[in-house]
């Protein structure tokens, strides 16, 4: 089974930017969808980021315009660019890939915005 494993995350000041990345040990070619969650302290598990296979996008209302999911099928990679940083999106981000009923996670990387 592929493994995900997220980096890229950190601490940053409010208005400033990070990019995630998202690495599998396999292959994320093929029918799938990828996602970027997060989860704050006390917060339930929100969904951020949706991108398909064939590059359609999707974002949670509090991200658009500043968030963006691409993926790199041939680096079995997937990013989020996270540009504007505020203080709400203080999380630990986890990506998730949904393949023929399978569910995978990564481990989740922590970021923090704080002046």
């Known amino acids: 089974q592929v493994q995900l494993m997220e980096s890229g995350g950190g601490l940053v000041q409010p208005g400033g930017s990070l990019r995630l990345s998202c690495v599998a040990s396999g292959s994320i070619s093929g029918l799938n969808v990828m996602n970027w969650y997060r989860q704050a302290p006390g917060k339930e598990r929100e969904l951020v980021a949706a991108?398909?296979?064939?590059?359609?996008?999707e974002y949670v209302d509090s991200v658009k315009g500043r968030f963006t999911i691409a993926r790199d099928d041939a680096k079995n990679t997937m990013y989020l660019q996270m540009n504007s940083l505020r203080p709400e999106d203080t999380a630990v981000y986890y990506c998730?890939?949904?393949?023929?009923?399978?569910?995978?996670w990564g481990q989740g990387t922590q970021v923090t915005v704080s002046s």
């Open positions: 998730n890939m949904v393949r023929l009923g399978s569910v995978t």
């Open positions: 991108i398909t296979h064939d590059r359609r996008t």
